[in-house]
C-alpha cells in the first residue's frame, strides 16, 4: 500500500487533464501498486467525484495490454451493479487514449486505520455499529457473487459528517464467473487480515471475508491485528497455527470474534448470526455465545477449528505450514505481478487502550475451544505504540492521501 505525501504536507500531484470529455482530474489523493486515484469534477453534473486510473504497463505487449484493459473494464462494471449503502458507488466506466479509468462517489472522511492512528481504538459498541455496516455490505456482495479479498481498515472509510461506514477498493476482489487481474499465480492481499484457508491454498468463499472482518474488529478494539509479527513468515505462521489469544478489549462481543476467527471456514460464524449476535449486544449489552458447528479436527494443532475447506480432517499441520509458508516465499521473492509493501497506514495500528468491561465474561478451562486462548490481559503490551511498518501484500489496491484534509476518495473496483 503507497500513499501520497504525509499528513500536512500539503503534496498532493495536480493535474489539469480532461477525462472521456467530462472529467476533470484535480488532484491526486493516493496510489497503489497498479492504480491512481484523483478527486476530479464531474462537468456534465457538477459534482466532485473520484476517478481512478489504471495506466497501462509500458513493458506490456500490445496483446497483454488490451487483455489487461478488458479484464479491468469486465471486473469493474460487474463491481458497478453492487448497490448498497455500505460500499462505495461506482459511476462510471470510460476509457481515455486506451486507458480504463472508473468514476467513483467520492467520500469525505478518512479510513478506519487513519482514525485508530489519530485516535486510538474505538470500544465495543463503535466496534460492533462498524461490524453490522460492513456484515451488510458484504452479504450484498457476496450474494452477487463478490469476494472482497482484502477486508482491513485502511479498505473502510468513515463519512465524517454522518459516520456512514462505507466498504471501499475491490481492486483485487474475485468476481464469479469472471477472470481478473489477479488470476496469475500471485498471492493478493494483506496477510495480518487474510484467512488460513488462502494462506494454504484452499478454494475460498465468503467465509473468507468474514475471517477478516474478524481481524479488523480485533484492530478496530485493540490498535493491532491480532497476527501482527515482525516478517511475513511469522504473519503466516500465526495465521495458520500460532494459538489466538484475542484481545481483552474484544470481551464485550469475545463470542462473535472468537466465531469470526475459526479456522476452520465450515465452522466459522456467518454473517447472519455474526450481525443477529452484534444486534443483541447493542440492545441487551450482551453478546449470546456462538452455536457451534460440527466438531473440531485436530488437523489444525492448537487451534480453534479444523482444516480448510476441501481438505481432509486428518491433513498434518506440517503440510499446511508448507503450503502457507511457500506465500510467504512468493511475496518475498516479488514474483509475478505481487508487490510488496511496508506501510503502516495499511493495518489501522495505533496505541492507546480504551475497550468497556467485559458483559460475557472469560472463557472457562471448560468451555474453552482447543488451543483458543483467553483474551490478552490488559497492561503495556495489550495497547502498543504503533508500529514502524507492518506487511501488506497487494496487487491494485489504493490508500488515500494522508494529505488531502478536505476528504478522501477511494478506488472500488
Known amino acids: 500500500m503507497v500513499t501520497e505525501g504525509e499528513p500536512g504536507s500539503g503534496s498532493a500531484r495536480h493535474d489539469d487533464r480532461v477525462i472521456a470529455g467530462r472529467y476533470r482530474l484535480e488532484a491526486r489523493l493516493g496510489r497503489g501498486g497498479m492504480s491512481v486515484v484523483w478527486r476530479a469534477t464531474d462537468q456534465l453534473l457538477g459534482r466532485g467525484v473520484a476517478v481512478k486510473e489504471l495506466p497501462l504497463d509500458e513493458a506490456l505487449t500490445a496483446a497483454e495490454a488490451r487483455r489487461q484493459r478488458d479484464l479491468t473494464l469486465r471486473e469493474a462494471r460487474a463491481l458497478a451493479q453492487l448497490s448498497h449503502p455500505h460500499i462505495i458507488v461506482v459511476h462510471d466506466v470510460v476509457e481515455d487514449d486506451e486507458r480504463p ?57 468513515l463519512e465524517r459528517d454522518t459516520d456512514r461506514v462505507v466498504l471501499t477498493d475491490f481492486g483485487v476482489a474475485q468476481v464469479a464467473g469472471a477472470p481478473t487481474l489477479t488470476e496469475s499465480g500471485s498471492f493478493v492481499g494483506s496477510p495480518e487480515y487474510t484467512a488460513p484457508e488462502r494462506m494454504s491454498g484452499a478454494r475460498t468463499g465468503p467465509e473468507s471475508d468474514l475471517w477478516s472482518l474478524g481481524a479488523l474488529l480485533c484492530t478496530l ?8 509479527r515482525d516478517s511475513i513468515g511469522g504473519i503466516v505462521h500465526a495465521v495458520v497455527a500460532d494459538d489466538i489469544r484475542p484481545p481483552v478489549q474484544a470481551g464485550p462481543i469475545l463470542p462473535v470474534v472468537r466465531g469470526l476467527l475459526e479456522r476452520d471456514p465450515a465452522r466459522r460464524l456467518d454473517a447472519d448470526r455474526a450481525e443477529g449476535m452484534l444486534r443483541s449486544f447493542l440492545e441487551t449489552g450482551r453478546t449470546p455465545q456462538s452455536p457451534q458447528l460440527g466438531h473440531p479436527s485436530r488437523g489444525w494443532g492448537r487451534v480453534s477449528g479444523g482444516p480448510a475447506a476441501g481438505r481432509s480432517p486428518g491433513r498434518p499441520l506440517r503440510s499446511v505450514l508448507v503450503a502457507a509458508l511457500a506465500v510467504a516465499a512468493l511475496m ?37 475451544p482447543p488451543g483458543l486462548h483467553p483474551p490478552r490481559t490488559a497492561g503495556p503490551s495489550a495497547s502498543p505504540a504503533p508500529s514502524p511498518t507492518t506487511s501488506s501484500a497487494v496487487v491494485t489496491s489504493v490508500t488515500p492521501s494522508r494529505s488531502v484534509g478536505s476528504g478522501t476518495s477511494l478506488s472500488g473496483a
Open 221 to 228: 478494539l485493540s490498535g493491532e491485528s491480532p497476527f501482527r
Open 101 to 157: 479509468y472508473i468514476v467513483l462517489e467520492l467520500i469525505d472522511g478518512g479510513s478506519l486505520a487513519d482514525r485508530v492512528a489519530a485516535r486510538g481504538p474505538v470500544d465495543a459498541v463503535e466496534a460492533a455499529r462498524i461490524g453490522i455496516a460492513l456484515l451488510g455490505a458484504l452479504r450484498a456482495a457476496h450474494a452477487s457473487g463478490v469476494l472482497h479479498r482484502d477486508l482491513k481498515p485502511a479498505n473502510v472509510l
Open 332 to 368: 518475498g521473492a516479488g514474483a509475478f505481478a505481487a508487490l510488496l509493501f511496508l506501510d503502516r497506514d495499511g493495518d489501522g495500528s495505533g496505541g492507546g487502550g480504551g475497550g468497556t468491561p467485559s458483559s460475557t465474561g472469560p472463557l472457562t478451562p471448560a468451555s474453552r
